[in-house]
């Protein structure tokens, strides 16, 4: 169907949303000029495999013996926590886990059996840290052994970097009513700050890292190249492990080089220029953002997939957002929900090339999922699609009527239109046979942490990008409906938003905190890791995927491009 004509055949002036052009074309040639020497060379030689096994045996060896040189050797209990916090900081952690598992159950016991816990913060912290990352159940009331008889944390910790540090990490990690966890946060904080220009080179950047982007907002990649280059600057490092974190950073890297060349072709073909010139052009943005959800190799055609239902997702969006017109958008809508190649007839040419698209890429992901005995999963991420465009529709109808709705009323649609439903879906969808039904039809009803993800996202997009989206038309933003309901200024509205957002992370915390069968600790650590990466891009204030920065383009080069020198 030709663009469609307003009554006397006049041609309506469609919006722009002026968006700045993609950072990676040379990256971009590169990729589809050597795709297939990738792939030659996403396997390892049998020389290197064999020395990359053997390390990894030792890494191995260290962790069910004392047998290592990592930390301090007087404190063998404290030397085996460090050792696995540095394991799983430095990414390498997925190839030890019930090894990890089975100790930390171990100390936790110890722990229990002390009546309360160790005199030392660093050790107490960490242990605590430790074991609700995995989801374990341990109290914050070993903590109030820090305080002196006036309350207050003990002076003596003032000085204690390492252990401020570490309780400053358990912290992020805290739930709602735990009253000593929200006092460390802002005791560390500030004693941490303070300490800043005392402090040699490598706690000084340990430290600015941990305050800019704590453990528990940071996505895997991210961290495990950062703290590689930081612990390589430790005096106390291993030297095997070092060196195995290096090797498995690198292979990992050869093998999202071959995704992503796959994902460059389909991209290409996709011929978005010339068919969809409107639309934002970040395909690597988009695959860095799914390699934050799942990293581990065994993820690999989930990613590939995954990162092509974000970028038709991101196509869609713009649609709506900037360049449909509402009776175009009707149309498109009914075509969604009517999910069949017949619907496609009625769509102008642009909309046309879109759900065709859309449809080819849900029937790849069925196709793969059949073989697997689990077609009947793909279901959930056509539903979950069209519960998308539903509020996307909703939206543009508030653009186009210039109405501002209250901010309950918005949020009701913008936490479904955040996407942090659809894609944490889409995202299990496309793990097949490593996710049961019974874990969609949780995540279906939208449990809270799918609401506190959402809230995160939208919160966080909003407050970054609520002058740019006025510029585009958009009126009905969180700053926006919030500060019209209740008459609070910008500053006012900004303050009362980010208490939500730091709401939403203890309810993202504790939802995290009791994993069962149906909902196991790697389905929780997909929504927690989409819930990372929107803070690592947005956490500046501004939306680094709207407006990417230099920043960001070498923070994602450091991760898919530059290899680790080892």
């Known amino acids: 169907m030709d663009d469609v004509l307003l009554a ?47 390390l990894k045996e030792e890494v191995r060896k260290m962790l069910i013996t004392n047998e290592t040189d990592h930390g301090d050797k007087s404190n063998p209990y404290r030397q085996k926590l460090d050792l696995i916090d540095t394991i799983q900081r430095l990414g390498v952690a997925y190839h030890f886990e019930s090894e990890i598992e089975a100790i930390l159950l171990s100390l936790r016991m110890e722990l229990e059996e002390k009546d309360g816990g160790h005199e030392e913060l660093h050790k107490a912290a960490l242990l605590f840290r430790l074991l609700r990352q995995l989801g374990h159940c341990v109290s914050c009331d070993m903590f109030n052994k820090f305080k002196d008889q006036d309350g207050d944390f003990k002076k003596s910790l003032q000085k204690d970097v390492q252990g401020l540090l570490s309780f400053y990490e358990a912290a992020n990690y805290r739930f709602h009513d735990e009253d000593i966890l929200e006092e460390a946060m802002n005791f560390t904080a500030s004693q941490l700050l303070s300490m800043l220009p005392n402090l040699d080179n490598f706690w000084s950047t340990k430290v600015k890292q941990a305050l800019k982007l704590p453990i528990q907002k940071t996505p895997s ?13 430790d005096i106390l490092h291993n030297t095997i492990l070092l060196k195995f974190a290096k ?6 890297q050869r093998l999202y080089q071959n995704e992503l060349s796959i994902i460059a072709k389909w991209w290409k073909n996709l011929d978005r220029p010339k068919k969809f010139p409107f639309a934002r052009d970040r395909m690597i943005e988009n695959y860095f953002w799914i390699l934050a959800v799942y990293f581990e190799p065994k993820y690999s055609l989930a990613r590939i997939s995954l990162s092509q239902v974000i970028n038709v997702v991101s196509i869609v969006d713009d649609i ?57 999963q793909i279901s959930y991420g056509i539903s979950s699609m069209k ?23 918005y949020m009701k649609v913008a936490l479904m239109s955040s996407t942090y439903k659809m894609l944490p879906i889409n995202s299990l969808v496309c793990m097949g046979e490593f996710v049961t039904e019974a874990t969609l039809d949780w995540m279906d009803k939208t449990p809270l942490l799918i609401r506190a993800a959402s809230i995160i996202c939208r919160l966080m997009d909003d407050i970054a990008d609520s002058e740019w989206a006025k510029e585009r038309g958009q009126d009905a933003s969180a700053v926006e409906c919030y500060m019209k309901q ?19 992370w203890k309810d993202i915390n504790k939802e995290c905190f009791n994993p069962t069968s149906v909902t196991p600790m790697f389905v929780l650590e997909r929504i927690l890791n989409f819930v990372r990466i929107m803070h690592l891009l947005y956490e500046s204030g501004n939306d680094a995927y709207t407006n990417p920065t230099k920043e960001g383009k070498d923070l994602i080069i450091s991760i898919l491009f530059d290899r680790v020198p080892l």
């Open 221 to 233: 990649r991210v961290g495990a190249r950062r703290f590689i280059s930081l612990y390589q600057q």
């Open 486 to 504: 209740y008459g609070t200024s910008k500053q006012e509205t900004l303050i009362e938003l980010r208490k939500q957002l730091a709401n939403a």
């Open 247 to 252: 090797l498995n950073f690198n292979m990992l």
């Open 387 to 409: 519960e998308l465009v539903r509020a996307y529709f909703e939206e543009a109808k508030w653009m186009y009527s210039k109405d501002v709705p209250n901010f309950e009323e």
């Open 8 to 54: 006397g055949d006049s041609k309506r002036q469609r919006r722009s949303g002026n968006f700045p052009p993609s950072m990676w074309e040379e990256h971009l040639q590169a990729l589809l000029a050597n795709s297939d020497d990738l792939m030659n060379k996403e396997n390892s030689s049998e020389q290197e495999e064999e020395h990359y096994e053997r």
């Open 320 to 376: 709506y957002d900037t360049y449909g017109f509402l009776d175009e958008l009707v149309l498109f809508t009914d075509s969604i929900e009517r999910w069949h190649i017949s619907a496609s007839d009625q769509l102008p040419s642009y909309m046309n090339n879109c759900y065709l698209e859309m449809l080819n890429v849900y029937s790849k992901i069925e196709e793969r999922l059949s073989n697997q005995g689990k077609s009947n």
